[in-house]
């Protein structure tokens, strides 16, 4: 019972990936589910979220850029990201979790909410 994050990999600064979260032995249609990065060095960080009821957070830095998105049909959460900077470049990651503006932008203080983390996928952006 896990999420799979995939869809990352080398782009150029300006370019666009999109990722996808699947589910395995749950379905995403109850509850919110939320992308998170991890920087080297630096602590994960939410990037977005969004609940059963459509309800979809940002954090600031990619409000503009980012769009996140749900298949029910398909069990999956996808993560369309534009415009890259090189600072967008992490190990992206999915988990299920509330999707509350102040929980997503400080998730150091509330990580003990999200769950069913799975392996994450890597994005690398080039200057």
């Known amino acids: 019972v896990q999420l799979q994050a995939s869809g990352g990999g080398l782009v150029q600064a300006g370019g666009s990936l999109r990722l996808s979260c699947v589910a395995s032995?749950?379905?995403?249609?109850?509850?919110?589910t939320a992308w998170f990065r991890q920087a080297p060095g630096k602590e994960r960080e939410g990037v977005a979220c969004?609940?059963?009821?459509?309800?979809?957070r940002y954090t600031e830095s990619v409000k503009g850029r980012f769009t996140i998105s749900r298949d029910g049909a398909k069990n999956t959460v996808y993560l369309q990201m534009d415009s890259l900077k090189p600072e967008d470049t992490g190990i992206y990651y999915c988990?299920?979790?509330?999707?509350?503006?102040?929980?997503?932008?400080?998730?150091?203080?509330?990580?003990?909410?999200?769950?069913?983390w799975g392996q994450g996928t890597q994005v690398t952006v080039s200057s």
């Open positions: 969004v609940s059963s009821s459509d309800t979809i």
């Open positions: 988990a299920k979790g509330p999707c509350i503006g102040p929980i997503l932008n400080n998730y150091q203080e509330y990580r003990a909410k999200f769950g069913n």
């Open positions: 032995g749950f379905t995403l249609d109850y509850g919110a």
